[in-house]
């Protein structure tokens, strides 16, 4: 199997860089904090889900992937506890403990 090369710009390689990823979610973090502010409607003792994000470290394989793939690399930098707020308005505060 051979290999072509293909001549890309450091702009072109930009939206791929690990670091530039992580400073964009992290923008992201923030934006999403102070815009999804809606209060979910029961109980915190009544919800489906109690997850608490911890930005990881990504690990780069020696062949140049993210370990654990890309699920691992979202889940790691990607606070996405703000669906719930999304979510709020939809949501009654009616219902059982789940």
Not at 66 to 82: C, H, P, Q
Request: with cysteine.
């Amino acid at each position: 199997m051979e290999r072509k090369e293909v001549p890309v710009t450091l702009e072109q390689l930009a939206p791929f860089d690990l670091e530039a990823f992580i400073h964009k979610a992290t923008e992201l973090n923030q934006r999403h904090a102070l815009t999804f502010t809606t209060p979910f409607p029961k109980a915190p003792s009544r919800w489906r889900s109690h997850s608490h994000f911890t930005p990881r470290p990504i690990a780069v394989t020696t062949e140049g992937e993210v370990e654990g793939g890309l699920s691992w690399r979202i889940g790691a930098t990607i606070d996405l506890r703000f669906t719930r707020s999304i979510c709020a308005p939809y949501s009654a505060n009616e219902g059982g403990h789940c």
